[in-house]
Nanobody, 125 residues
Framework: QLQLVESGGGLVQPGGSLRLSCAAS????????IGWFRQAPGKEREGVSC????????HYADSVKDRFTISSDNTKNTVYLQMNSLKPEDTAVYYC??????????????????WGQGTQVVVSS
């Protein structure tokens, strides 16, 4: 059974950092495109970052560019989202998602088939 489990969320002060993890079971990342999404209270879910199955292509939303970094560790079958210089507007539930597709990436949530349960990130002083 394919499963994604996020971890690493929490409370952090503005300007701080967090690293989110997304552990996969039931499949290997090598053949899946990966996305990180977030949803703040009262707002629609938005794409934050994504990576192609090969890991060769990454993409970021303008709001997080130069602050967030997506990466993967295939030995651990885990994908990460390193978040630096966090702002209060980054507060949201963060989700990782996957879809079986090669050499492709997207920040459109409807194009992803598998989702984790989410992890809460709160940026506040």
């Amino acid at each position: 059974q394919l499963q994604l489990v996020e971890s690493g969320g929490g409370l952090v002060q503005p300007g701080g950092s967090l690293r989110l993890s997304c552990a996969a079971s039931g499949f290997t990342w090598n053949y899946y495109a990966i996305g990180w999404f977030r949803q703040a209270p009262g707002k629609e879910r938005e794409g934050v970052s994504c990576m192609s199955s090969s890991g060769g292509n990454t993409h970021y939303a303008d709001s997080v560019k130069d602050r967030f970094t997506i990466s993967s560790d295939n030995t651990k079958n885990t994908v990460y989202l390193q978040m630096n210089s966090l702002k209060p507007e980054d507060t949201a539930v963060y989700y990782c998602a996957a879809t079986f597709r090669s050499n492709w990436w997207s920040l459109r949530d409807y194009e992803y088939s598998y989702w984790g349960q989410g992890t809460q990130v709160v940026v506040s002083s």
